[in-house]
């Protein structure tokens, strides 16, 4: 059963081989989704697009800490796709700062990526979904905005992903009655691009020793919870924050 069939998607930040957005990518694909990767770098993000099962795939340049570049693109895509049916505002950067290392180039840089292009994103596609009465966005917060840190991002990536999880409940409060759904998923301990190589064996240890399920969460475990809260499985679910993290916070 395809879940996604002739649906359509934009996922931002997806351009990263081993990385929750690509991972996302492909399995909307393989569920009858066309899907638009959006990625700071425009190769990168064609490239990824067309590995992607299917066909109808576009990658997409976008800044998404510039408005008027996450306006234009989603109005390109719209024009390409006809409709915009799901959003995973995927796209975030990290530091791994300690709390009064944080100078304001830092504090900004993380801030808009995470949060501030969670808005500006949202924002281009929620008129057209408006008009639909129909649209799901799904924005990844972190494990980190729920315990006040995690591994290696410091207290500004805390504060912007707990921003996410705030924006996301006040965007379902305003859009549910326009059929629009919005919902936050919190990843915890997660193997890709941005841990590979930044543990030693001993700091490994340490964090599976504080899973229950005693492994490392994939890209895929987070994908499967972007597909359900894509799809019509989850039409009665918005305003929620799925937590993808193995048991390591059981809240």
């Known amino acids: 059963m395809k879940l996604l069939h002739s ?20 399995l909307f694909a393989e569920h009858g989704c066309r899907v638009a990767i959006l990625d700071i770098d425009e190769q990168a993000a064609a490239e990824a697009a067309s590995d992607l099962p299917g066909e109808g795939h576009v990658g997409r340049a976008c800044d998404v800490t510039d408005k008027d570049a996450c306006e234009a693109v989603a109005a390109d895509l719209i024009a390409i796709f006809g409709r915009i049916d799901i959003l995973v505002n995927n796209a975030g950067i990290t530091q791994p700062l300690k709390l009064m290392d944080i100078a304001p180039d830092n504090y900004d840089a993380v801030l808009d990526v995470n949060l501030r292009g969670t808005l500006y994103m949202s924002q281009s596609v929620i008129p057209h979904m408006r008009e ?38 006040a965007m379902a409060r305003e859009l549910a009655p326009h059929g629009v759904r919005a919902n936050a998923i919190c990843p915890g ?20 020793a504080g899973i229950p399920m005693g492994r490392a969460g994939t890209a895929q475990d987070v994908a499967g919870c972007c597909l359900f809260l894509g799809s019509g499985l989850s039409a009665y679910v918005t305003g929620s924050e799925v937590d993808v993290n193995g048991g390591s916070l059981i809240h």
């Open 189 to 208: 301990f997660i193997a890709t691009d941005i841990t590979a190589g930044k543990l030693t064996d001993e700091m490994r240890a340490q964090v599976l």
């Open 7 to 26: 649906q359509t998607a934009i996922i931002t930040g997806g351009a990263s081989p081993r990385g929750l957005g690509k991972a996302t990518a492909a």
């Open 132 to 169: 639909r009465k129909a649209g799901s966005i799904v924005n990844m917060s972190s494990v980190s905005a729920q315990r006040g840190g995690g591994i290696f991002g410091g207290p500004h990536y805390s504060a912007a992903k707990a921003g996410i999880l705030g924006l996301t409940k």
